[in-house]
Structures are given as structure tokens and as C-alpha cells.
């Protein structure tokens, strides 16, 4: 993916200022969400002011319906934004940060542009998030994007700050939205759509394994707890300067003697792999267990069809005691570590 231009950046960091001039935080909250329509896709994207409690100050842009994603999944963690939270996110995000907080790159392009800020809180910092890895630097078309965006969120964070119309929704389930029209930008209200499906793949064992698996592994009445999570340290492939990104783990615990059976490390995206941890813990264990419980929707969505298959009885369960002491044993033995 292309770099942005320098006239790119110069447009971003112009209205980075302005933005920053305006302090829309000083009267709008982050959960007064509000859309910037893309002109060429139709696309929506979905815009939160940050800063209202006076600790981290700017604007973060979730794009499309993967990023609206990410805004209802945050809803969901009730303000307990973890790891496993944040490494869901698609958004692009300017958070006005201190000058120790910006990398060589940053700055390099701070420099090019002959730009100069001064204090706490008051350098822009430009970032790209993407589900499964760490934030890193816009692309071209990202920074196209974001240069739109910003814009339109400047006009309407001042629009909401002048027009108390746009204080009072017809309805709960309305957000404003900036739409491109043929006498220009214009604020309207529509509906905010509901959460999108989450798409989950099928894999199914064939039946030569699904013979081998029941020649070499005995039924029993043991209970397995699964789901899968980040690594606590990203993975550089490559050259140091392309995106890193943190794998998931998946990791199957008895849960009558908490013992860790098989656990098995893979890239977000690579979900065939979870059917084939369940396939491998069987046959390092020769055993099939009478049933498997995990807490993710995914994780079950993932292993209904090998279960069914296999004759193994799938259950979604709110607590794993066993898996989450496993877990926490595992995290501390990983933290610090590059993989």
C-alpha cells in the first residue's frame, strides 16, 4: 500500500490545528457519535470526539460496517476497554499526544512539513488500526479518507455546538450524518444500523480424519474448556517498518484437572486452524471429549460443525475457571516475550 504524499499530510496537520483550535471536546461527548458519509462509496463513517474528561483529547473515525463493529463491541465492554477489545478495532483515530509519545517517523514528517507544536497534549498523532495488529501509520488511502473525514467532523462539531437541533434526536436509534448532495455537505439525520453479522467460516474434518480420530482416541466423559485470545506482544515479519501484528492463541484446558492439553498460536484471519487445535488435542490426549464449553460465540460458530461431526456435545458457557487460570498462567509466561 502506497505512503501519503507530503501534500496529504500537510492537508491532515491543517486540520489537526484547526481541530485542535475549535476544543470540540469542550462540549460534545464521546458517545455522541455522528457519520461522515464517503461521497464515492456511500459508505458511512462513524466519528467519536474524545478528550470530554480531560485525559486523552481528539477524534477517533471508526469506517464502514467493520468499524461500526468495533463502536458496538467497545459499547459492549462497558468502559473496560482491555486487550482483547482494543486488538478488535478498525478505526482510524488523532490523538493530540507529548512529543516523547511520537516515533522517528512522526517526527520526520513533522519536520518535512516545517510545522511546530509545543506542550503536553498538543502533538497530532495519526494512527491506523486494523483487527489483530498494533496500531500503525495511514496508508495513502487511509489519509485520503481521514482528510474528508476530519473536515466534516470539524464543520459539524461545530454545527452540533450552534444548532441545538442536533442536540436532540427524533429518536434514540438516529445519529447526524454529513452527506455529500448536489448543493454540497449537508447534515441529516439517519438510523444507526444495528451490529453487523459476524461472519464465521466453516470447516468441516473429513471423514478420513473423523475415522482415524475415532480408531485412535477413546470417548470419554471428560470436559474441555476453549477460546482463543492475543498474544500480550506483537510479531515483527518482515522488515521492521510493515505493520506487526499479535497472533491468537487457542488454548483447550481440562476442566477437571486444569491441566493445559494443547494450545496452538495462528494469525487473526486463519481460522481453519482452531478446528485443527481441537484435532491435534485429541490425538496428543487419545482421547474425545464427551463435551467442550467456551464463552465466544465465534469459537462455538467455528467448532459446531467438527462437534456434531465428531459426536461431541458443544456447549456456551459465561464462566471458564479452569481455562481462564490456564490462561493467566500462559499470559504471564508470555509477557515480555517476542514469538
Not at 92 to 97: C, D, K, M, V
Not at 148 to 157: M, S, T, Y
Request: hydrophobic share 40%; aromatic share 12%.
Amino acid at each position: 500500500m502506497s505512503e501519503p504524499s507530503l501534500f496529504q499530510w500537510k492537508t491532515l496537520y491543517e486540520l489537526a490545528r484547526q481541530y485542535q483550535d475549535a476544543a470540540p471536546w469542550q462540549w460534545m461527548y464521546d458517545h455522541e457519535i455522528f457519520g461522515v458519509q464517503e461521497s464515492g462509496t456511500g459508505d458511512t463513517c462513524y466519528c467519536s470526539v474524545i478528550g470530554r474528561m480531560g485525559e486523552v483529547f481528539g477524534l477517533v473515525v471508526y469506517p464502514g460496517s467493520e468499524g461500526l463493529l468495533s463502536y458496538y463491541r467497545l459499547l459492549a465492554a462497558e468502559n473496560t476497554v482491555d486487550h482483547e477489545v482494543a486488538l478488535e478495532q478498525r478505526a482510524l483515530s488523532l490523538i493530540f499526544a507529548s512529543r516523547d509519545e511520537l516515533t522517528t517517523r512522526d517526527w520526520s514528517i513533522i519536520k518535512d512539513l516545517g510545522l511546530k507544536f509545543r506542550g503536553k497534549n498538543a502533538w497530532p498523532l495519526f494512527r491506523s488500526s486494523l483487527p489483530g495488529t498494533h496500531p500503525w501509520y495511514l496508508t495513502g488511502e487511509e489519509a485520503e479518507l481521514f482528510g474528508v473525514v476530519l473536515e466534516q467532523a470539524l464543520h459539524f462539531c461545530l454545527e452540533f455546538r450552534d444548532n441545538p437541533a442536533f442536540q436532540d434526536p427524533p429518536d434514540e436509534d438516529y445519529i447526524p450524518v454529513r452527506v455529500w448532495g448536489k448543493e454540497g455537505w449537508r447534515s441529516e439525520w439517519r438510523t444507526l444500523p444495528p451490529p453487523p453479522d459476524i461472519e464465521i467460516p466453516v470447516f468441516i474434518p473429513t471423514d478420513t480424519m473423523v475415522q482415524r480420530l475415532k480408531q485412535q482416541c477413546r470417548k470419554s466423559t471428560a470436559i474441555w474448556e476453549t477460546s482463543f485470545f492475543f498474544t500480550p506482544v506483537p510479531v515483527y515479519e518482515g522488515k521492521k517498518d510493515e505493520r506487526p501484528y499479535y497472533p491468537l492463541v487457542v488454548l483447550w484446558v481440562d476442566r477437571g484437572s486444569t491441566q493445559i492439553l494443547h494450545f496452538q498460536m495462528f494469525p487473526r484471519g486463519e481460522w481453519e486452524k482452531v478446528v485443527e487445535s481441537l484435532l491435534s488435542a485429541s490425538i496428543q490426549t487419545r482421547i474425545l471429549p464427551a463435551e467442550i464449553h467456551t464463552a465466544q460465540e465465534e469459537m462455538f460458530g467455528l467448532l459446531l460443525p467438527a462437534a456434531e461431526k465428531l459426536g461431541i456435545k458443544l456447549k456456551r458457557t459465561r464462566r471458564l475457571t479452569a481455562f481462564q487460570r490456564a490462561k493467566d498462567g500462559l499470559l504471564q509466561d508470555m509477557s515480555g516475550r517476542f514469538f
